[in-house]
């Protein structure tokens, strides 16, 4: 059976382009406490197909890190499932990047120093100037063309944010994880850094999920959006298809005739749940 599905990727290269990165079947998540079990997600099913975008929105404390810590494989799940590109998680891996509110930096290294790590595992065979280059690339890209050697310490909240999420595109990851990536910085940066996400996602085909509290960025940075219930036993309570071609402009993102109807739409889940 497995040689006729991979005769049928060959054949069929569309086969591949529907294929489903994560497929998350009746997920349970419970947390002992002194209390007794907490059950915080129940029965959640979700799939994410390759290199669609989704976001993750729902109120505070329904489980929406515990959701992603388990897709990174640093959580373990207490039933269901969770398989990526046809394999059940087993622990961390390279193939899954993680972007948290903020960077946890090494303080004592530099801006690039800090993106090189974990290069070296991931591009074993390249030579250290490629190791380099692919580094100052991102850093460059997230706006940190002239900082590279600056010290972690010395970066602003901003700055250390953007050395996070330039360490995450190095490591090339096929599928990226965001926890609120934007949630400490100002609107600027905000809006700056979501245009540089959304270009290098389009451009290395990267499939992501992007946990959010904020409305617009939910609609703006995804093909889908996805909203959670309240816990306890949350799980997934609506999804929202955002018909806005990618790559997108934000002036036309807002200028589209259905932005409000989506805006209106997540509100009034969120207001209901
Ligand atoms: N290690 C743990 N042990 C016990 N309970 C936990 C643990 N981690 C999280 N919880 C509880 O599980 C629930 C979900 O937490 P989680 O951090 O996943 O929520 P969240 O949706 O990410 O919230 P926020 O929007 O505030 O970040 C909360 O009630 C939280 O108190
Ligand atoms: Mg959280």
């Known amino acids: 059976m497995e040689n006729v599905a991979i005769a049928e990727k060959e054949v069929f290269p569309e086969f591949l382009e529907t294929q489903n990165m994560l497929e998350i079947k009746e997920l349970v998540k419970v947390y002992p406490t002194p209390k007794g079990d907490y059950v915080v997600l129940d029965g959640l099913n979700l799939e994410i197909k390759n290199e669609e975008i989704i976001s993750i929105i729902g109120h505070s404390g329904c489980g929406k890190t515990t959701l992603l810590s388990m897709i990174a494989g640093l959580n373990p799940i207490s039933g269901g499932e969770i398989v990526l590109n046809g394999s059940p998680?087993?622990?961390?891996?390279?193939?899954?990047?993680?972007?948290?509110?903020?960077?946890?930096?090494?303080?004592?290294?530099?801006?690039?120093?800090?993106?090189?790590?974990?290069?070296?595992?991931?591009?074993?065979?390249?030579?250290?100037?490629?190791?380099?280059?692919?580094?100052k690339y991102y850093l460059s890209k997230v706006g940190l063309g002239d900082s590279f050697d600056k010290k972690a310490t010395d970066l602003s909240q901003g700055m250390q944010q953007?050395?996070?999420?330039?360490?995450?595109?190095?490591?090339?990851?096929?599928?990226?994880?965001?926890?609120?990536?934007?949630?400490?910085?100002?609107?600027?940066?905000?809006?700056?850094?979501?245009?540089?996400?959304?270009?290098?996602?389009?451009?290395?085909?990267?499939?992501?999920?992007?946990?959010?509290h904020d409305v617009d960025e939910s609609i703006f940075l995804a093909d889908r959006v996805i909203m959670m219930t309240s816990g306890p036993k949350a799980t997934i309570g609506d999804t929202l298809q955002v018909e806005?071609?990618?790559?997108?402009?934000?002036?036309?993102?807002?200028?589209?005739?259905?932005?409000?109807?989506?805006?209106?739409?997540?509100?009034?889940?969120?207001?209901?749940?």
């Open 89 to 135: 998680i087993a622990g961390p891996g390279p193939d899954r990047g993680v972007i948290f509110q903020s960077p946890s930096l090494l303080p004592w290294m530099t801006a690039l120093e800090n993106v090189m790590l974990g290069v070296k595992e991931v591009f074993p065979h390249g030579t250290n100037q490629e190791r380099l280059d692919i580094c």
């Open 162 to 212: 953007r050395v996070g999420i330039a360490r995450a595109f190095a490591l090339k990851p096929k599928m990226l994880l965001l926890d609120e990536p934007f949630g400490m910085l100002d609107s600027l940066t905000r809006g700056e850094l979501q245009d540089v996400l959304l270009e290098v996602l389009n451009k290395e085909k990267i499939t992501a999920m992007i946990i959010t």
């Open 244 to 273: 806005i071609p990618r790559p997108r402009k934000r002036k036309e993102v807002l200028e589209h005739p259905e932005y409000y109807n989506y805006r209106e739409y997540l509100i009034n889940f969120l207001e209901g749940h």
